[in-house]
């Protein structure tokens, strides 16, 4: 092998790594590894002065490989590539050990041994960074137009905000009609806007915007391809209509939720007590403006019961978010509508979080709502009251703020029915090629540091399709959407990281096993060649295919075979 | 088994004066600060809630509003600003009329009309008595001595037979507040020997008020302690020393010099309580009942006829005095057979009884099994 001259640095991460590890023996004893030209230990490598060390090192010692022992490669890896890089080496010659997480954290009762696994682990990065080669990241175009999928809140806003940055979306929708579980709501918590409002601007923006087309009763059939080149089929509720194929860069997933099915819970009596209702129900009820029993006469006591299928264990654990608020809009609004109702409010916890809550729960408080708590993982019991009861029905409940068990008086009872992900949520998910969660909510790259983006580039979700949420929070996440793309759409080209598998196509024998393997639906079949190949922008590297490749036809770029021995031989070393 | 709640309670209380008990959301602020709720008489958040969720039954059988001496600490540690402490003030209004057996009181809380009306009444009707017995028998024009308009010796009988019927009427609705809160609960009834222990207890909270010194503003408790002790040297001086009292025209400072003490406590506290409801200078005195006006006037005017009544003798002019003492006697007596059987003034029994009774409640609680009582406590904390 040519001589090489490879520069070491072992960080001392402050005391992080340097309290348990000793890292100058470190220093001391890989000084003297053939082709090591440089070793050095620092307190912060990944601060200013740190990276200027090597950038030097690499000008002035003509260095071609470096090691960095340090955090982990979730960490700084990219730093120390991108020091690499204005060095004037390749960035992909550049190899870190992990001395940080994986040793002084989890060691540090042993300094010897934790000293004796840092160095094997540099060791280990040293004889494998002499096999690393050159990797250049490739580009790919960015097809500018985007498919939103569902035609809610969210997807409307995402919809119009990619429009009117000039750039062509394609709006599908299942139902035939734009709005979604919104337009099926009248006010809305706690500022008591319309919804009927709210969605006509969105609606009528929508169709003045010219390059928005909206296609309803439709659904995605197929999606196939990459970031920046997806190929997209929808087809028409309407068999005998064709299916449209479109060409698009992004897509956002924005399919919304379906309600509770209040059946569920017995103890309620939904469905055979006549005036036991759903919150839909009596959304429905005030839009029309009277709130009436089906008898037909105006309701003396009304109670709404909060958590339906929410914060349960039987049915859904999580909280739906947006009931609360809602109930105590209903409150106010019976009391607005009938001020001598007596309307109860059974709720396990108020969540009133957010602008504006807090001060329209006490307003719900002024107009003289009770509110009683039951809890969690208990039920009230909702009962046909005797003739001579003066009521419909009677709800039992264990009253926790009081210890007693106690009888109301209702004559409406309104079920805050909570949200669950749509019956056909996995079927969206497998188009797309996301995860759900144990519920069936979409799972988001990083919930907290990247919530509209998924585990599959170019796919984004927004709204209730990830988790319940309010309005304002599905139009932020909708409009954080179309900025992730706007933001990828303004580069033009889209840049894929140069670590990818590769096939050899002199050895693929075609039996398509990495085809159903892989996770990101990377590998396609070439059927005039009879060949699977890699789609590099969608492959995240993770080496599935090459480990299963029966013709050894797989190659993982910076993860051969070759430096993975190495590797692991620098361990033993 | 459930308990059915009284949706109407609330708006019941209302006409108490209770108006913003809605607003409580169960913080425990208010029972946090209060330096007389503990674990056995927890408010003012236990009330509030049962009053919330109109639990009658509990609200007849708890102590805990008189429990509170009202500075009103709660209220304004309250984040909602539901008025804990006149919540508890109206609950024993409520009270109140809940242990009168009549049902006068429960008319007079509710409508100041009737209550200034039966005043009025009752006025008239003493006046015109006492007239009737000054002009038949004696002269208007002599104030004091056996051929007196209105002699020491008639007025005293007059005054012992209306103390009885008072100490009667009190009597009774003191006993229908045992049965309520203490007598009807096996849980609390307590021993017999626990009655006689606790005896003391009765006096020591009359005269002193000790657990109101406890509370938050020292300064009411020593206005409120002036004004009872004003009000008590006055009414020993009248039931017990009534002719040496009415002697005139010298000044019998042994006996006078205490009536003078008592008139000047009785009229600075008075002034002191008119005053602080007027400007709201306290939390307690925010929010005024028409009965607490009512109760104040009442004292402001019989004082004031007292002690014109006294001048004019000692300056001579015996007519004026007697027509002064007729107006005072035509105020006194409404005053006093109408505020401390059926309002106000009613506290002056149950608050006493309510600090014995609640001893007895927690000799009682103390008695009981201890799994009985940890679930009990068990249910509370929950």
Redesign the interface.
């Known amino acids: 092998m040519a001589q090489l001259k490879i520069g070491v640095y072992v960080c001392n991460c402050g005391t992080n790594i340097a309290h348990t590890v000793d890292a100058d023996s470190i220093v001391e004893t890989v000084w003297k590894i053939p082709d090591v030209t440089i070793a050095r230990s620092y307190r912060y490598m990944c601060s200013n002065p740190g990276q200027e060390m090597i950038i030097n090192d690499i000008q002035g010692l003509e260095l071609d490989r470096v090691v960095v022992a340090a955090c982990s490669p979730r960490m700084h890896e990219r730093t120390f590539r991108n020091a690499c890089k204005s060095g004037g080496i390749n960035p992909y010659l550049f190899e870190m050990a992990n001395i940080r997480e994986q040793c002084s954290w989890v060691h540090s009762a042993d300094r010897l041994s934790a000293t004796a696994k840092a160095l094997a682990l540099t060791k280990a990065a040293i004889s494998r960074v002499r096999c690393h080669e050159p990797l250049d990241p490739l580009t790919a175009e960015m097809c500018p137009s985007t498919l939103v999928l569902g035609a809610g809140i969210a997807g409307m806003t995402a919809a119009l905000e990619l429009a009117l940055a000039g750039h062509p979306v394609c709006l599908v929708e299942k139902t035939d009609r734009l709005g979604g579980n919104l337009a099926r709501l009248d006010l809305t918590a706690p500022y008591l806007y319309s919804a009927r409002d709210v969605l006509q601007e969105r609606m009528v923006r929508i169709r003045q915007t010219e390059n928005i087309s909206v296609l309803l009763n439709s659904q995605l059939k197929s999606l196939t391809g990459f970031i920046g080149n997806f190929t997209a089929t929808i087809a028409n509720g309407n068999p005998s209509a064709d299916e449209k194929v479109l060409h698009v860069g992004n897509v956002v997933v924005a399919t919304g939720y379906k309600e509770f099915d209040a059946a569920r819970i017995t103890h309620y009596g939904y469905g055979k007590l006549p005036d036991v209702i759903t919150s839909f129900e009596f959304e429905r009820m005030l839009r029309t403006g009277r709130i009436l029993t089906k008898a037909g006469k105006e309701p003396r006591?009304a109670a709404i019961i909060h958590c339906v299928g929410s914060r349960n264990k039987e049915f859904h654990g999580y909280c739906s978010r947006v009931c609360c608020m809602t109930a105590l809009k209903y409150a106010q609004e019976i009391k607005g509508a009938i001020p001598e109702c007596?309307v109860s409010d059974l709720y396990i916890d108020?969540h009133a979080f957010g602008k504006g809550c807090e001060d329209f729960?006490?307003k719900s408080?002024?107009?003289?709502?009770?509110?009683?708590m039951y809890g969690k993982n208990e039920r009230p019991v909702i009962r046909k009251a005797e003739p001579g009861d003066d009521c419909e029905m009677l709800i039992?409940i264990d009253?926790?703020?009081?210890?007693?068990?106690?009888?109301?008086?209702a004559d409406l009872v309104i079920l805050m029915v909570g949200m669950e992900a749509r019956e056909d949520s996995g079927e969206v998910a497998r188009l797309v090629n996301i995860s759900q969660d144990k519920d069936g909510w979409f799972m988001e790259s990083h919930p907290k540091l990247d919530p509209v983006a998924t585990t599959t580039e170019g796919i984004y979700i927004a709204g209730t399709c990830v988790a319940p949420k309010d309005i304002p929070d599905s139009v932020a996440q909708a409009r954080a959407a179309a900025g992730r793309i706007l933001g990828r759409i303004a580069k033009g080209k889209i840049e894929i990281d140069g670590v990818f598998a590769e096939v050899n196509e002199d050895r693929c024998s075609g039996c398509r096993m990495c085809n159903e393997l892989c996770p990101y639906s990377a590998i396609e079949f070439d059927e005039t060649k009879k060949r699977s190949h890699v789609i590099a922008a969608a492959c995240k590297a993770c080496g599935c295919c090459v480990a299963a490749c029966p013709s050894g036809a797989i190659k993982g770029r910076h993860f051969t075979d070759q430096q993975i021995y190495a590797q692991i031989e620098g361990v033993l070393a | 088994?459930?308990?059915?709640?009284n949706?109407k309670l609330?708006g019941e209380l209302k006409r108490y004066g209770a108006e913003d008990v809605?607003?409580?959301?169960?913080c425990g602020n208010c029972s946090a600060v209060c330096t007389h709720a503990d674990d056995v008489f927890v408010f003012p958040r236990?009330p509030m809630?049962?009053l919330?969720?109109?639990?009658e039954k509990?609200i007849e059988g708890i102590l805990d509003p008189w429990l509170c001496y009202y500075c009103g600490q709660c209220s304004s540690q309250c984040p909602?600003g539901a008025e804990p402490g006149e919540t508890m003030m109206s609950l024993r209004r409520w009270l109140t009329s809940r242990y009168d057996f009549t049902g006068i009181s429960k008319l007079f809380y509710q409508s100041w009309k009737a209550e200034i009306a039966a005043i009025l009444i009752v006025a008239l009707l003493t006046a015109s008595g006492f007239l009737w017995y000054g002009v038949s028998h004696g002269d208007i024009q002599t104030y004091d001595g056996p051929s007196a308009f209105l002699p020491s010796s008639m007025v005293h009988i007059f005054d012992w037979a209306m103390a009885s019927v008072l100490v009667l009427l009190l009597g009774i609705n003191s006993i229908r507040m045992w049965w309520l809160t203490t007598g009807s609960n096996e849980k609390t009834r307590g021993p017999w020997w626990a009655y006689l222990k606790c005896l003391y207890l009765l006096p020591l909270h009359f005269f002193t008020q000790k657990r109101y010194g406890k509370c938050e503003t020292r300064r009411s408790w020593l206005i409120h302690l002036a004004l009872m002790l004003s009000y008590v040297t006055m009414l020993v001086l009248i039931m017990f020393f009534l002719r040496l009292l009415q002697d005139g025209p010298g000044i019998r400072w042994a006996v006078h010099s205490f009536g003078y003490l008592a008139s000047a406590g009785l009229l600075f506290t008075i002034g002191y309580a008119v005053y602080g409801r007027i400007r709201k200078t306290e939390v307690h005195l925010n929010h005024s009942h028409e009965s607490d006006w009512i109760f104040l006037w009442m004292l402001l005017l019989v004082t004031a006829t007292g002690v014109l009544q006294h001048v004019l003798h000692r300056t001579g002019t015996g007519m004026a005095a007697n027509v002064a003492y007729l107006i005072h006697l035509a105020l006194v007596v409404p005053m006093l057979t109408l505020e401390v059987p059926f309002s106000k003034w009613s506290h002056l029994a149950y608050r006493p009884l309510a600090m014995y009774l609640g001893d007895i409640h927690r000799i009682a609680l103390a008695r009981r099994p201890q799994a009985a009582r940890a679930m009990e406590s068990l249910?509370?904390?929950?």
Do not use: D, W
Request: hydrophobic content about 35%.
């Open positions: 006591y007596y108020m729960y006490k408080s002024e107009v003289k709502t009770l509110f009683l039992e009253e926790k703020l009081s210890g007693e068990r106690i009888e109301i008086p | 088994m459930a308990i059915r709640v949706p609330i809605h607003n409580c959301y169960h236990r809630r049962f919330q969720m109109g639990l509990r909602r249910k509370m904390a929950s």
